[in-house]
């Protein structure tokens, strides 16, 4: 099975993972996560870090001549900014006050929990690392495993389906044209009348000293019948990817399919009716593409929520940690509205639980091993 760690501060020298069980054989360079990179870094609403930050990986281990080679694989991320704040992220021990020390915990994020828990009276050692610049690695690691998709032709696509109260008014077939249109999009959205409306309403918020959160929606097309199991709560495939997409910072809630709405529908509106022709469909996709924990052979569509970015130019209230006065609440730089990045960091993250849940069925050390075992299941499954 696959896994990795990430480590590395938002304003520290640089972030890291190391990605373990991939297997030998995956063609791979930094360009191909670089390209990733970038677009996270777009988005209407970002803010200056952005024009700071040009984001690029070094491979340091793993890889040879533009192969894994089944070895742990080592990426590193420079923070350019680091510069900047060399003397407060030092690691070096040192007797002087701290003049950047941050006691006065901002609402929504973890500054306040994370305080208290680690016992730390400077919130600057729970913000550095619970700060969304770590989603820089997210993405990072799952360009890795989008590279391992590719030889099942498994393709993920994400868009932005609402941003605060501008939403759209229905969900588009991603055709390429649409998916042209969605990489085009200061807001990843495919609606170009939503699109105004969405960065309407950034706009206000901005001006309002505000922030704003917004639904976005993961689609991965061609993942077979049959990966995941409803044998055991830990290794079903929608409960994976929830939990790797609820993982990502500012997420408060995730779907599949109809979600929370067939809550309120009978059955009948609900279930999806089973067809033969050539193989086995269904004749909506109301699941999601995943039942019992199980792939179906739909397309699985995934939403996120994504709450507003916790830090406001026009702060709320909160007390100091270590005076216990009240006080408006510190502002470190942040956006206004990141949800079109957080689509893409939400891609990252179903694409490494894909993979991961493929790596499970199929096994292999090698991937034409892996891509061997997987074809030969394809043709079980047209006999079925």
Not at 28 to 55: A, C, P, T, V
Not at 69 to 91: A, Q, V, Y
Request: charged letters at 25%; aromatic letters at 6%; one cysteine or more.
């Amino acid at each position: 099975m696959l896994r990795f760690l990430t480590a590395g501060e938002s304003h520290g020298k640089c972030l890291t993972a190391i990605l373990e069980g991939l297997p030998s054989g995956i063609i791979l360079s930094e360009e191909d996560i670089d390209r990733e990179l970038q677009r996270r870094q777009q988005g209407y609403g970002r803010g200056g870090r952005m024009q700071i930050e040009k984001d690029c990986v070094e491979i340091t281990s793993g890889l040879r001549h533009g192969r894994t080679i089944g070895s742990p694989l080592c990426l590193i991320i420079h923070n350019r900014d680091f510069e900047n704040w060399k003397e407060i992220m030092s690691t070096r021990a040192t007797d002087t006050t701290d003049a950047a020390a941050v006691s006065k915990p901002r609402p929504g994020h973890a500054d306040l929990p994370g305080g208290i828990k680690y016992r730390h009276t400077d919130l600057r050692n729970i913000l550095e690392r619970a700060s969304a610049r770590e989603t820089a690695m997210k993405v990072a690691v799952g360009a890795v495993a989008k590279k391992l998709l590719a030889g099942f032709d498994i393709q993920l696509n994400s868009y932005v389906a609402a941003i605060g109260d501008a939403s759209m008014e229905s969900h588009p077939d991603l055709t390429e044209a649409a998916l042209n249109r969605i990489e085009a999009s200061p807001v990843r959205c495919p609606d170009e009348a939503a699109e105004k409306r969405m960065m309407a309403v950034i706009d206000a918020a901005k001006a309002a000293g505000d922030s704003l959160g917004g639904i976005f929606r993961i689609i991965i097309r061609k993942v077979p019948v049959g990966i995941g199991t409803h044998v055991h709560w830990d290794r079903r495939l929608d409960a994976n990817l929830s939990r790797a997409l609820m993982g990502i910072q500012a997420i408060k809630g995730v779907e599949f399919g109809m979600g929370f709405h067939a809550a309120r529908e009978l059955g009948s509106r609900v279930h999806d009716e089973i067809f033969y022709r050539n193989g086995f469909y269904h004749g909506t996709n109301n699941a999601g593409g995943i039942e019992g924990g199980i792939s179906n052979g739909e397309d699985i569509v995934i939403s996120c929520a994504m709450k507003p970015i916790p830090t406001l130019y026009s702060p709320l209230r909160s007390v100091d940690l270590s005076t216990k006065a009240p006080y408006a609440a510190g502002i470190e730089r942040s956006d206004i509205c990141a949800v079109p990045a957080a689509a893409v960091v939400g891609e990252a993250m179903a694409a490494w639980e894909t993979a991961n849940a493929l790596m499970e069925k199929f096994g292999g050390d090698n991937i034409n091993e892996t891509l061997c075992n997987y074809r030969h299941y394809l043709a079980y499954v047209q006999e079925v």
